[in-house]
């Protein structure tokens, strides 16, 4: 099971910390996933991590504002969100795909998903 926390309301410019707290113990053989869907659209993808953490990869709108990290030892992968925009108000998910050691940001490959977080930034 995958935990999501940490969203809220935040102003424009603003920074927040998402967590995503997993069960089990194979956390370190999948790659972490984050996506995201704002009301009135299709859920879309963030970011991902690799099962190490040595690879890393962002959508465009969010690279360089948004970074992705993971603590194997807690189970435990972080969505570090900074210079908000109010275009970044959604409910963010923390995902896992349905195969270890694949690094995808398909969300098809995606079996495992948090319930969600909100994030609403404000103008």
């Known amino acids: 099971q995958l935990q999501a926390s940490g969203g809220g309301l935040v102003q424009a410019g603003g920074s927040l910390r998402l967590s995503c707290a997993a069960s089990?113990?194979?956390?370190?053989?999948?790659?972490m996933g984050w996506f995201r869907q704002a009301p009135g659209k299709e859920r879309e993808f963030v970011t991902i991590?690799?099962?190490?953490?040595?690879?890393?990869y962002y959508a465009d709108s969010v690279k360089g504002r948004f970074s992705i990290s993971r603590d194997n030892a807690l189970n435990t992968v972080y969505l570090q969100m900074s210079s908000l925009k109010p275009e970044d108000t959604a409910v963010y998910y923390c995902?896992?795909?349905?195969?270890?050691?694949?690094?995808?940001?398909?969300?098809?490959?995606?079996?495992?998903w948090g319930q969600g977080t909100l994030v609403t930034v404000s103008s």
């Open positions: 089990g113990r194979t956390f370190s053989t999948y790659t």
């Open positions: 995902a896992r795909p349905l195969r270890s050691y694949s690094y995808t940001l398909n969300p098809t490959d995606f079996g495992s």
């Open positions: 991590i690799s099962w190490s953490g040595d690879r890393t």
